[in-house]
């Protein structure tokens, strides 16, 4: 992947191959710059790779499809709609008593019962974040792509929101990819964390996560992990 | 009092009222002071205002002008609103327009009155279509603001849950940039009052403008002008309040002051 701006070419990403299987929970994992975003927006067809190619189910990926839903980091629910109208948003295509039906369970699912009518301003960033997860899971996509959803929260927020994300998703075994730069949240949740390089980004080491969960993240084997990867992105262990 | 306390109930009427009765005390004291026998007192004024709703002339000139804004800022809408929203999807057919858009639109509209006299003659179209001029390019401004600065975020996430171009502009685009296109047609209907007044002064033998103009005429009324100013004023300040009542609904609300 190369990026050409004002006659100035920057190469992105370089030789990345990684295959990832039905129902499984991936983190892309690097720091700030390095490529991971662009490489989840390659995969979601937002941006067409300058050499090789995206399959998904054996099919080249060509744009955005609504079989695979992207979740922005903040900001991507649309503040005109109410929380109802924004998890309907992607159900044009339904008849009315489902997507009623649908609204309805996503809502639960998610936590925001009494909220049905409010607007997004009202909300607050936890919520924005949940709601933009609910919208993305009503028109039932295979595959879930998360660019740093909940970087913009507070720390607390933060780990409420990865046990509900692996709730959701041990509910519904969607196809996750999910980009962070924080090497706890990404061992708290993966099944595999791809571990990048800096820009021109290559994948460094792909990490098995073999804790079951719920994930004890004070037990011998998650520091390991852990500190495995702190040293493969070249971090001292001391503040 | 300092600017972070809640003002008290009383308060909230009680400064307003206080200028406005501050502001009547100065005119009608000048007015006494000066001996002017042109310019009329407050209480002129008001007697004037009595007189003009007893002869019932004024509410035929208020739906006059009022008729003639409606027509000239309706028409503006419906073509300015397509038009702002199509530059603003197509940024190459609005590098194409924008060089003529930005030429004409510092033009006042009251320098298009002897263009629009000689194209359309003395009368009722010459002044809606003045409306129509001075409304239009706000509106076609707006738009185009608005729909270039709705956040890529939006375009994506409606381009990934499958929606064609139609959909995309309706669903996502539209909504995205109405908060802007609604500052666009609060502005351009400000200025469609504005200019109302200046073209019936001119163009038309009816309106609040024709009766500012009328009252100096037929036998220097002072009062009856200041009158008619007074109601401009009013009706301007209602239909403005309109456009601000607008704003809170909740679907666009999020794009004014500090929500997000």
Known sequence: MVFTRDGKSTPVLDDISLEVADGEFVCLLGPSGCGKSTLLSTMAGFLSPTSGEIKIDAEVVHGPDPRRIFVFQERGVFPWLTVEGNIDFGLFHLPAAERRQRVAHYVKMVGLEGFEKAYPPALSGGMKQRLEVARALAVNPDMLFLDEPFGALDSITRLVMRGELLRIWEAERKTIIFVTHDIDEAVQLADRVVVMSARPATIQQIVNIDIPHPRDISSPRYLELRDGIFQQIGLAHKI | ?260
Do not use: C
């Not at chain 2, 038009?83 to 940024?91: A, F, N, Q, R």
């Open chain 2, 1 to 260: 009092m300092n600017s972070l306390a809640e003002p008290k109930k009383w308060e909230k009427f009680f400064w307003p009222v206080l200028a406005t009765a501050l502001f009547l005390a100065l005119w009608h004291y000048s007015v006494v002071w000066t001996a002017t026998k042109i310019f009329p007192s407050p209480l002129d004024v008001k007697k004037g205002v009595a007189e003009l709703i007893h002869k019932k002339v004024l509410w035929r000139d208020i739906i006059d002008s009022l008729r003639r804004v409606a027509i000239g800022f309706g028409a503006a809408t419906v073509i300015g609103i397509p038009v702002g929203l199509t530059l603003g999807w197509y940024p190459a057919a609005n590098k194409v327009v924008n060089p003529v858009l930005q030429i004409l639109r510092p033009i006042s509209p009251i320098a298009w009155i002897p263009v629009a006299i000689i194209l359309l003659g003395v009368g009722d179209h010459a002044a809606t279509s003045l409306i129509f001029v001075g409304a239009l390019f706000p509106i076609i401004v707006a738009s185009v603001d608005g729909v270039s600065n709705v956040p890529s975020v939006f375009r994506l996430a409606g381009r990934n849950f499958g929606l064609g171009p139609a959909r995309l502009l309706t669903r996502v685009v539209f909504p995205a940039a109405l908060p802007k296109i609604i500052v666009g047609l609060r502005i351009a209907l400000g200025i469609a009052w504005l200019v109302v007044v200046a073209a019936e002064m001119i163009a038309v033998d009816s309106g609040l403008g024709y009766l500012v103009i009328d009252s100096r005429n037929s036998g220097k009324r002072y009062d009856l002008v200041v009158a008619a100013m007074l109601i401009i004023g009013l009706i301007g300040l209602i239909l403005d309040s309109g456009f601000r009542w607008l704003e809170k609904i909740k679907s666009v609300r999020w794009g004014f002051r500090d929500e997000s």
